[in-house]
C-alpha cells in the first residue's frame, strides 16, 4: 500500500521499502507467502518498467527490484500449488511483458536506449538465477509452458533496433536460452519443434557480423557450460555447432574464422561420446559444405576442419561424403595443385588408419540419463533362453557444479 503512490515517494524510501519486502521473503515460508500479494508483484514490475522508460534510479534500485523477482520465484516455486494468492505464471506472464515491452525506441535519446539495453540484460540475467533452484526441472517446464522460446526469440529480432551497435543482448539472450534447456532433453526438443535453430540461425545472422563473444556464447551452448575449461566438457547440444559451421565460411574476419575452426575441432574430437554425437547430428556433411565454399577458407582455418573430419570420418563417412572429399580436390587445368590435397590426402590416410585399441563399429549409446536397452519379454523369447552380450565403454565426465544459492 505505501508503494501505490509510487510516484511520490522519494526513491531512497523505495529502496528500504524493497530490502525491507525481501527481509520477509528470506524468513518464513508462510511471512512469504502472505507478502507475495498482486500489489507487490506490481510494485515490483513496475520498478522493472520505469528502469527501461529513460529516466534514471537511484543506483541499485534496479538490481534490488530483481533480486525481489527472482525471491518471488524461488518461494512460489517451493509451494504447493494454489498456496499463494499469485500464481508463478502468472508473474513469469508478467516478467516477459516488461522484457519484450514495446517502447518508442527510435524516439529515444541515446542515454535513455542505453538504460533500455541495461535493463534487458539485466533482466536476461535473472533468469537463470531464478533456474538455480531446487526441483530444477519442474521449474524449467513452467518456462515452456509460458512460451519463454518464442519470447527470447522476439527480443532478439527487435534487439536490432536500438542495439545495433552492440551484441549485448543477444549474447545473453543465447545464455539464457541454454539455461532453460540446460540437461533436459525435453526442452531442447520443445525448442526444435516451437522454434526450430534454422530460424534461430537466421535471426542471428540478421544482426549482421557476430562478434568473438558471441560465438563463445554459441560455443558454450553446445557444451552447457564454459567451453573453454579444461578437461574439454562434452557435448550435450550438437545443434549450435552445426549453426557455426554454416556461419563459418560468411564470417568478414579471417581471425575469426580460424579461431572458430580451432575450437570446433577442439570440442569435438574431445572424446568418443562427441565424436559419435557429431557423426550422427550430420556434422561430416557440414565440414564438407563449409571446405567446398568459394573463395576459399584460409589455411590455418581449412586445416582445422580437415583435421577435424578425418577424426569424424574414421568413425563413419557414407560413399555420397567421400565422392564429395574427392570432388575438393578438381582444379581448372594449368592452376596447378589444389591447396587442399596434402591435407585431404592426411585425412584419408587417417581415416584409414584408426589408430588407440580396437573398437566395435556399431554400439548403443547410453549417454542420456534415461537412455536404455529394450527387450522383450520372456513369453516372447525364442527356445529356453534369452542372452545379450556386449563391451562397455566407460567415458569419465566432469561432475555437474552444485547448484546456486
Same mark, same amino acid.
Given at each position: 500500500?505505501?508503494?501505490q503512490?509510487?510516484?511520490?515517494?522519494?526513491? !531512497?524510501? /523505495?529502496?528500504r521499502?524493497?530490502?525491507?519486502?525481501?527481509?520477509?521473503?528470506?524468513?518464513?515460508?508462510?511471512?512469504?507467502?502472505?507478502?507475495?500479494t498482486?500489489? &507487490?508483484v506490481?510494485?515490483?514490475?513496475?520498478?522493472l =518498467?520505469r528502469g527501461g522508460?529513460?529516466t534514471p534510479?537511484?543506483?541499485?534500485l534496479?538490481k534490488?527490484?530483481l533480486r525481489?523477482?527472482?525471491?518471488?520465484?524461488h518461494?512460489?516455486? $517451493?509451494?504447493?500449488p494454489? &498456496?499463494?494468492?499469485?500464481?508463478?505464471?502468472?508473474? #513469469?506472464? $508478467?516478467?516477459?511483458?516488461?522484457? @519484450?515491452?514495446?517502447?518508442?525506441?527510435?524516439?529515444?535519446a541515446?542515454?535513455?536506449?542505453?538504460?533500455l539495453?541495461?535493463?534487458?540484460?539485466l533482466? #536476461?540475467d535473472?533468469?537463470?538465477?531464478?533456474?538455480?533452484?531446487?526441483? +530444477?526441472?519442474v521449474?524449467?517446464?513452467v518456462?515452456?509452458?509460458n512460451?519463454c522460446?518464442?519470447h527470447?526469440?522476439?527480443? #532478439?529480432q527487435n534487439s536490432?533496433v536500438?542495439?545495433g551497435s552492440?551484441?549485448a543482448?543477444?549474447?545473453?539472450? %543465447?545464455?539464457?536460452?541454454t539455461? %532453460?534447456?540446460?540437461?533436459?532433453?525435453s526442452?531442447?526438443e520443445?525448442?526444435?519443434e516451437?522454434?526450430?535453430?534454422?530460424?534461430?540461425?537466421?535471426?542471428?545472422?540478421? /544482426?549482421g557480423q557476430? !562478434?568473438?563473444r558471441?560465438?563463445?556464447?554459441l560455443l @558454450?551452448? &553446445?557444451?552447457?557450460?564454459?567451453?573453454s575449461?579444461?578437461?574439454v566438457?562434452?557435448?550435450?547440444?550438437? =545443434?549450435?555447432?552445426?549453426i557455426?559451421?554454416?556461419?563459418? *565460411?560468411?564470417?568478414?574476419?579471417?581471425?575469426?574464422?580460424?579461431f572458430?575452426?580451432g /575450437?570446433?575441432r577442439?570440442?569435438?574430437?574431445a572424446?568418443?561420446?562427441? +565424436?559419435?554425437t557429431?557423426?550422427?547430428?550430420?556434422?561430416?556433411?557440414c565440414?564438407?559444405g563449409a571446405?567446398? !565454399?568459394?573463395p576459399?577458407?584460409? &589455411?590455418a582455418?581449412s586445416?582445422? #576442419?580437415?583435421?577435424?573430419? +578425418?577424426?569424424?570420418?574414421?568413425?563413419? %563417412?557414407?560413399?555420397?561424403?567421400?565422392?564429395?572429399?574427392?570432388?575438393?580436390?578438381?582444379h581448372?587445368?594449368?592452376?596447378?595443385?589444389?591447396?587442399?590435397?596434402?591435407p585431404?590426402?592426411?585425412?584419408?590416410?587417417?581415416m584409414?588408419?584408426?589408430?588407440?585399441?580396437? +573398437?566395435?563399429?556399431?554400439?548403443?549409446?547410453?549417454?542420456?540419463?534415461?537412455?536404455? %536397452?529394450m527387450?522383450? !519379454?520372456?513369453?516372447k523369447? *525364442?527356445? $529356453?533362453a534369452?542372452a545379450?552380450h556386449a563391451?562397455?565403454c566407460?567415458s569419465?565426465?566432469?561432475p555437474?557444479?552444485?547448484?546456486?544459492?
Open positions: 500500500e505505501s508503494f503512490a509510487g510516484g511520490q515517494l522519494p526513491e !531512497t524510501l /523505495q529502496l521499502l524493497i530490502h525491507l519486502f525481501g527481509a520477509v521473503l528470506s524468513g518464513s515460508k508462510p511471512n512469504a507467502l502472505r507478502a507475495i498482486p500489489a &507487490a506490481e510494485v515490483l514490475l513496475g520498478v =518498467q522508460g529513460g534510479l537511484v543506483p541499485g534496479l534490488l527490484a525481489g523477482v527472482v525471491a518471488v520465484v518461494v512460489l516455486h $517451493g509451494s504447493s494454489g &498456496a499463494g494468492p499469485v500464481p508463478l505464471r502468472v508473474l #513469469l506472464d $508478467g516478467y516477459f511483458r516488461v522484457l @519484450n515491452s514495446d517502447l518508442p525506441v527510435a524516439s529515444l541515446p542515454e535513455a536506449a542505453g538504460g539495453i541495461t535493463l534487458r540484460v533482466m #536476461l535473472a533468469i537463470p538465477a531464478m533456474l538455480s533452484c531446487e526441483d +530444477r526441472p521449474l524449467q517446464a518456462f515452456l509452458s512460451n522460446f518464442e527470447i526469440i522476439r527480443l #532478439l536490432k536500438f542495439d552492440s551484441d543482448i543477444a549474447v545473453h539472450a %543465447i545464455g539464457v536460452l539455461a %532453460i534447456m540446460s540437461n533436459s532433453p526442452a531442447k520443445v525448442f526444435k516451437r522454434i526450430g535453430y534454422a530460424h534461430l540461425y537466421e535471426v542471428l545472422r540478421s /544482426q557476430p !562478434t568473438q558471441l560465438l563463445q556464447e @558454450n551452448m &553446445a557444451v552447457e557450460g564454459d567451453h575449461s579444461f578437461p566438457r562434452p557435448i550435450r547440444n550438437e =545443434q549450435p555447432l552445426l557455426l559451421l554454416a556461419w563459418l *565460411p560468411v564470417l568478414a574476419c579471417r581471425e575469426l574464422q580460424v572458430l575452426s /575450437q570446433l577442439r570440442l569435438c574430437e572424446s568418443l561420446p562427441s +565424436r559419435l557429431c557423426v550422427k547430428a550430420g556434422m561430416v556433411g565440414l564438407l571446405l567446398a !565454399t568459394e576459399a577458407l584460409p &589455411a582455418c586445416e582445422n #576442419l580437415l583435421e577435424l573430419l +578425418r577424426a569424424l570420418g574414421s568413425l563413419s %563417412i557414407r560413399p555420397g561424403e567421400l565422392r564429395q572429399l574427392l570432388r575438393l580436390l578438381r581448372e587445368r594449368g592452376r596447378g595443385p589444389h591447396p587442399y590435397t596434402a585431404v590426402i592426411r585425412a584419408l590416410s587417417g584409414a588408419w584408426v589408430e588407440g585399441p580396437p +573398437r566395435a563399429l556399431q554400439c548403443f549409446d547410453l549417454t542420456p540419463g534415461m537412455a536404455g %536397452i527387450v522383450p !519379454t520372456v513369453q523369447w *525364442p527356445g $529356453g534369452f545379450f563391451w562397455l566407460l569419465e565426465e566432469e555437474e557444479p552444485p547448484a546456486r544459492p
